[in-house]
């Protein structure tokens, strides 16, 4: 970003810009013009502009072969076609399924950067920061990824111990009857007998994320 000035305008903002410390000054003698420039990144709107993008080139790979994305080291996520990639979030000590959902590309970066899962809510159409709201943030022990780099693992810790935000601890806490199973009937059968929280008490009058 560099800027010209010339005739009597020169002689006050720039003395005034450069006691602030705010410009470096470079004279062309050809022209008698003089060109001055912020001496710092931040000052060059391209930089900001670029931050997130330059931030997703150096955490994401592009995907140049299925040897590079099966067995390299190189972090090459494929997103469908809606922008979503897949994700399975599990207990890091017990193993047990907590809830599956969806990151799109900002949702990844701001995990693995975070340290804290965040997804995209669908049903809300934004990022969704997990326990942004209930305090039931999940801390990423382990990111792990699929063969073909199109599904992502988190093994994670829960503050409060849930991650529904029904109140039960998992997503997961009913069973459907299958094979001989339904000999008994057809019902869900609770595997959850008591839920961890009170939905209501958490999230007050916000808008139920579950659609019909």
């Not at 955490?59 to 299925?66: D, H, K, V």
């Not at 920061?129 to 943030?137: D, F, P």
């Not at 595997?191 to 659609?211: C, L, M, R, S």
Request: charged share 25%; proline share 5%; net charge negative.
């Amino acid at each position: 970003m560099i800027f010209e000035l010339h005739g009597a305008i020169q002689s006050g903002w720039r003395e005034l810009l450069i006691l602030a410390g705010m410009i470096e000054v470079r004279t062309n003698n050809s022209d008698n013009q003089v060109s001055f420039q912020p001496p710092f990144p931040f000052w060059n709107k391209s930089v900001a502009d670029t931050h997130s993008s330059s931030d997703a080139l150096r955490l994401f790979a592009p995907r140049t072969s299925i040897e590079q994305v099966e067995e390299g080291n190189e972090l090459a996520p494929k997103f469908d076609e809606k922008g979503f990639i897949p994700c399975v979030t599990t207990d890091h000590v017990s193993g047990e399924l907590l809830m599956v959902a969806v990151m799109n590309q900002e949702a990844l970066e701001k995990t693995i950067v975070t340290g804290e899962a965040h997804y995209f809510s669908r049903s809300r159409q934004c990022l969704w920061h997990k326990g942004a709201t209930s305090g039931l943030v999940q801390k990423v022990v382990e990111m792990r990824i699929d063969d073909d780099q199109d599904c992502i693992w988190l093994r994670v810790d829960v503050a409060g111990g849930a991650s529904c935000h029904v109140g039960y601890r998992s997503c997961f806490y009913r069973k459907v009857p299958v094979g001989v199973q339904r000999d008994s009937g057809s019902e869900l059968e609770y595997i959850e007998a008591e839920k961890t929280f009170d939905p209501k008490e958490v999230y007050g009058d916000a808008p139920n994320p579950t659609q019909l």
